[in-house]
T-cell receptor, first 116, second 113 residues
Framework: AQTVTQSQPEMSVQEAETVTLSCTYD???????LFWYKQPPSRQMILVIR??????QNATENRFSVNFQKAAKSFSLKISDSQLGDAAMYFC?????????????FGSGTRLLVRP | DGGITQSPKYLFRKEGQNVTLSCEQN?????MYWYRQDPGQGLRLIYY???????QKGDIAEGYSVSREKKESFPLTVTSAQKNPTAFYLC????????????FGPGTRLTVL
């Protein structure tokens, strides 16, 4: 069974600086998808960025980018120019291409604090 | 505006009662999902449906039931058989392909009194 691990329960960053959130996963599959979701205090899950495993190029979305290391099974999220609105829980998630449920497997999350 | 709505936002249940959480989407998505979130944990899949009148159990389906009579609606019933129902419940939907993204509703907080 696949698992997702986020080893940093909480991270802190100064406004305007850069922070990296870590995620590792375990799978025997070669083709899958990886996601980062943000959960602000409102608790609604918001998609931040996604990565297809067959793509070598790291995904980027404005200030958010990932470092996808397939061999190491690592998928970290980098937030540049951090803003107060980035403060939230961040969840890494995995989805198999083989599983017919299309379900997401989530890590336990990292709470990001942004210092003004 | 297209989106996913969940109601109520907060729900209180007495021991032994069944309660139903509502999830509606107007995104014309085929697939819908129910996840449960407990403190300090990620989301876990309860049930999913990829087409009307069909649904499948997820990883933690015991004590829950669902129906999918309409494409737009996927209500979740938390039965008295669910031993620890206090949690945050999130509904999601997607187009229903292996390549798509799941979009989430705002969630329902269920508390057992």
């Amino acid at each position: 069974a696949q698992t997702v691990t986020q080893s940093q329960p909480e991270m802190s960053v100064q406004e305007a600086e850069t922070v990296t959130l870590s995620c590792t996963y375990d799978t025997s599959e070669s083709d899958y998808y990886l996601f980062w979701y943000k959960q602000p205090p409102s608790r609604q899950m918001i998609l931040v960025i996604r990565q297809e495993a067959y793509k070598q190029q790291n995904a980027t979305e404005n200030r958010f980018s990932v470092n996808f290391q397939k061999a190491a099974k690592s998928f970290s999220l980098k937030i540049s120019d951090s803003q107060l609105g980035d403060a939230a829980m961040y969840f890494c998630a995995y989805r198999s291409r083989m599983d017919s449920s299309y379900k997401l497997i989530f890590g336990s999350g990292t709470r990001l604090l942004v210092r003004p | 505006d297209g989106g996913i709505t969940q109601s109520p936002k907060y729900l209180f249940r007495k021991e032994g009662q069944n309660v139903t959480l509502s999830c509606e989407q107007n995104l014309n998505h085929d697939a819908m999902y129910w996840y449960r979130q407990d403190p300090g944990q990620g989301l876990r899949l309860i049930y999913y449906s990829q087409i009307v009148n069909d649904f499948q159990k997820g990883d933690i389906a015991e004590g829950y039931s669902v129906s999918r009579e309409k494409k737009e609606s996927f209500p979740l019933t938390v039965t008295s058989a669910q031993k620890n129902p206090t949690a945050f419940y999130l509904c999601a939907s997607s187009i229903g392909s292996r390549w798509d993204t799941q979009y989430f509703g705002p969630g329902t907080r269920l508390t057992v009194l």
